[in-house]
């Protein structure tokens, strides 16, 4: 899989042409979510182990944009929730994100 910027990701299982095209282009779609689906769980697990940056550069463009994301509406989520019993808290978060 290639991506605009020339980002390049292997499938995770090498895939064959082989067969009618509406299956294979079916196995292709598996093969890109599974390929994804394994890249955004190592990337996941490696976001609380690893230095903001050095997580970064380790995971591709896609995965990292996405796990950002799923991070900032979580804690923002928690921020939320946690106002009632710290009523700065969401003001708190954003203070965090400003800098």
Do not use: C
Request: glycine share 6%; hydrophobic share 40%.
């Amino acid at each position: 899989m290639y991506s605009n910027e020339g980002e390049k990701v292997n499938f995770s299982k090498p895939l064959k042409a082989r067969g009618q095209v509406e299956q294979w282009l079916e196995s292709v779609q598996v093969g890109m979510k599974d390929t994804l689906y394994r890249l955004m769980k190592q990337g996941l697990g490696d976001y609380a182990t690893q230095e903001r940056k050095l997580w970064v550069l380790n995971h591709f463009g896609q995965i990292v944009a996405t796990i950002a994301q799923i991070q900032w509406s979580s804690q923002t989520e928690f921020a939320i929730n946690d106002m009632a019993t710290n009523p700065f808290a969401l003001q708190e978060w954003y203070e965090a994100n400003e800098t």
